[in-house]
C-alpha cells in the first residue's frame, strides 16, 4: 500500500520532541562491511512487525555509515542493550572508525559480530525489505536465531533524550 505524501506537516524538531515523549528500548545494530570488519549504529527506532514468521523492523538515516553495509550484507544483530550499556550506546551513536575496539564482542558462525557484554537479548536477521521513508531506510528483516540472558538485568531506557532504567509496576499480564 502506498502513502501519497502531504504538505500538512508540523516542522521536523516538534516532531522529534513528541516521539521523545514515547520512552524506547536501546539497541545496537551489528553487521560487516565489505572488508569484513564488524560495524554498527545505536537505534531505537525498532519494533516487532510479526510473529509468525517472526520479523522485526528498524529505521535506519539514510546518513548513517553503517546503512551501506547492512544493505549490502542484507543480514545484521540487533543487540538489546542492558542497564550497563549507556556507554555503549553514546559510542555507537558516534562516527567513530573502530567502535568495536572498546566493547567486548564475538563474531557468530558466519562473522556477524555480537555484543557480549552490555546486551539482555540479541537477534540475528536476514534482510527481508528495505523501505526507503523520507530521511530513513526501514529495514524489515526476519529473525533467524536470538537469544535472551536470564532475568537478571534491566534494559536501557531512552527517554526525552536521557538514559535510564525500567521500574516495573504491575504485571502486563494481570487483567485490570
Ligand atoms: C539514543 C539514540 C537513538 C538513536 N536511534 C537511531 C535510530 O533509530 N536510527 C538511526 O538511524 N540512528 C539513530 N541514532 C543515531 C545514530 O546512532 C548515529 O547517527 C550514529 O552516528 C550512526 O553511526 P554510523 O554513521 O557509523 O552508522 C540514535 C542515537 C542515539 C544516541
Redesign the pocket.
Known amino acids: 500500500m502506498n502513502v501519497t505524501r502531504q504538505d500538512d506537516r508540523i516542522d521536523p524538531a516538534t516532531f522529534l520532541s513528541i516521539m521523545s515523549a514515547f520512552p524506547a528500548g ?1 539497541a545496537v545494530i551489528t553487521t560487516l562491511n565489505e572488508n569484513a570488519q564488524p ?8 519494533c516487532s512487525v510479526s510473529a509468525d514468521p517472526p520479523a522485526l523492523l ?4 539514510r ?5 551501506p553495509s547492512l544493505l549490502s550484507r542484507k543480514e545484521f544483530v540487533v543487540n538489546f542493550l542492558r542497564e550497563s550499556g549507556s556507554a555503549t ?2 559510542l ?4 567513530k572508525d573502530d ?1 568495536f575496539s572498546a566493547v567486548r564482542w564475538r563474531p557468530r558462525p558466519g562473522g556477524l559480530p555480537i555484543l557480549t557484554e552490555d546486551s539482555l537479548a540479541w537477534a540475528d536477521c536476514s534482510l527481508l525489505e528495505a523501505v526507503p521513508v523520507g530521511d ?1 531506510v526501514v529495514l524489515i528483516a526476519q529473525v533467524r536465531e536470538g537469544d535472551v540472558s536470564p532475568p537478571a538485568h534491566e534494559p536501557l531506557v ?1 527517554f526525552q533524550r536521557r538514559f535510564g532504567t525500567w521500574t516495573p509496576l504491575v504485571d502486563g499480564e494481570e487483567k485490570p
Open positions: 536501546i560495524v554498527g549504529l545505536t537505534t531505537t527506532a525498532l528498524v529505521c535506519v538515516d546518513a548513517s555509515r553503517t546503512l550506546s553514546i555507537f551513536a558516534s562516527k567502535k530513513h531512552y
